[in-house]
């Protein structure tokens, strides 16, 4: 895991060799590339409605770091402690920017996008933010020791990463502790 963390972070730190369809070297594969654009083609299109959103958060942030991470936009934004997927856009807080199981698990919120479509603002997105932003459920979980990542929306998108990055984020996620 180590190993791989490691790799990862030495892929992302030089990401201007990375190729915007194969987000890998440059000269991927025609057939890796034909899935990428259909990729990209079925975020725009299936799952428009977070894309609009992911863009409408990237150019209020235009300024900030960026980079490319398996189809996907990644902002480094202020937020201090707050990620989030929207469509092909992934945005970092600075204490996540350098945490390759944060982008991971952001990884699969794209990949949830792709699956439900105009369906995931209303099944993953905002029962998500609520997870996340209720003082209630914030101080449920800290008194009960609940793990972030036991609430569906952010289990299942620990299991996407791990199947499609080979991270896994939340070690204990199915057991629901930290």
Not at 138 to 156: D, M
């Amino acid at each position: 895991m180590k190993a791989h963390c490691d790799r990862l972070s030495q892929k992302l730190s030089n990401p201007a060799h990375r190729d915007w369809f194969t987000d890998s070297p440059a000269g991927g594969s025609d057939m890796k590339n034909v899935f990428n654009v259909l990729n990209i083609l079925l975020q725009w299109t299936w799952g428009i409605l977070q894309n609009i959103a992911g863009l409408a958060v990237f150019l209020v942030n235009i300024r900030k770091k960026h980079y490319i991470y398996r189809n996907c936009i990644v902002t480094e934004w202020n937020s201090p402690d707050s990620s989030m997927g929207l469509g092909s856009f992934i945005f970092l807080g600075k204490c996540d920017a350098n945490d390759p199981e944060i982008l991971a698990h952001e990884y699969g919120h794209t990949v949830q996008s792709l699956i439900l479509g105009p369906f995931f603002l209303f099944i993953i997105a905002f029962p998500s933010l609520i997870w996340a932003n209720s003082h209630k459920l914030q101080n449920r979980r800290k008194t009960r020791n609940i793990s972030y990542y036991r609430f569906y929306p952010e289990r299942w998108a620990n299991r996407i990463a791990r199947k499609k990055t080979g991270i896994c984020p939340g070690a204990d996620t199915d057991s629901g502790k930290n």
